[in-house]
């Protein structure tokens, strides 16, 4: 006897009328037809919603912001069975964003800890760095540099590793992934300085060059 378990099929997690629909080019109009009235797994998430609340779904970008709240909605609110249930607190809201705000979920930085608790189990510490700066850019915390503190050896991992394989005591590690983390900052023209963050003592030189680069971006 062959040991089964569960199939796990994860939760797409698409904005309304934004699903994925796949077909050929030589599909005729009925099949076509047949393919936009299925639904996707979110849609039929809604609809089994009250016989079965164990779900998997996708992990998203907080810089996909709308996305990123409707998931966070659909891991805080039981039993919803439509868009407009995830963004009614006892008024509709026209964004996922504001019903998030609304239901309180923002009022410390447990949701961005677990944010990057699931980036540490899925993600590389490249893009662990860059889910860290677009939570700064696009949340943003409260307490970035604490948020800093608790993931730094998740996000210099691979510096880390590449630096000092041996375990040999490293300095420079800290301010390679603070590169990553600030040149994302400057992509977006975000000061560095306002979230907090150490900036280490052999990188100061290039921090102020690019501060000055980025107060001359401001002007335009």
């Known amino acids: 006897?062959?040991?089964?378990?569960?199939?796990?099929?994860?939760?797409?997690?698409?904005?309304?009328?934004?699903?994925?629909?796949?077909?050929?080019?030589?599909?005729?109009?009925e099949q076509l037809q047949n393919r936009l009235s299925r639904d996707s797994t979110l849609i039929g998430y809604f609809k089994l919603n009250r016989d079965d609340p164990n779900a998997r779904m996708y992990t998203v970008s907080v810089k996909e912001q709308e996305r990123y709240y409707l998931r966070l909605l659909l891991l805080n609110v039981k039993a919803v069975q439509s868009f407009d249930d995830l963004k009614t607190v006892e008024i509709l809201y026209p964004s996922f964003r504001e019903a998030a705000l609304a239901r309180g979920l923002f009022l410390d930085d447990s949701v961005w800890k677990s944010t990057l608790e699931d980036g540490?189990?899925?993600?590389?510490?490249?893009?662990l760095r860059k889910l860290f700066a677009y939570?700064?850019?696009?949340?943003?915390?409260?307490?970035?540099?604490?948020?800093?503190?608790?993931?730094?050896?998740?996000?210099?991992e691979d510096f880390c590793r590449k630096h000092h394989p041996n375990d040999d005591a490293c300095t420079h590690c800290e301010g390679y992934a603070m590169k990553d983390i600030n040149d994302i900052f400057l992509s977006h023209?975000?000061?560095?300085n306002e979230y907090g963050l150490p900036v280490p003592a052999w990188n100061i030189l290039m921090f102020?060059?690019?501060r000055t680069i980025f107060l001359i971006l401001s002007f335009f």
């Open 1 to 29: 006897m062959h040991e089964q378990s569960h199939a796990i099929i994860r939760l797409a997690v698409h904005l309304p009328d934004y699903q994925d629909v796949v077909f050929n080019d030589d599909i005729s109009d």
């Open 120 to 127: 540490v189990v899925m993600n590389m510490p490249k893009q």
């Open 135 to 156: 939570i700064c850019v696009f949340g943003p915390p409260a307490k970035p540099r604490e948020l800093w503190d608790e993931f730094k050896p998740h996000m210099c």
């Open 189 to 192: 023209r975000v000061n560095y």
């Open 208 to 210: 102020h060059v690019q």
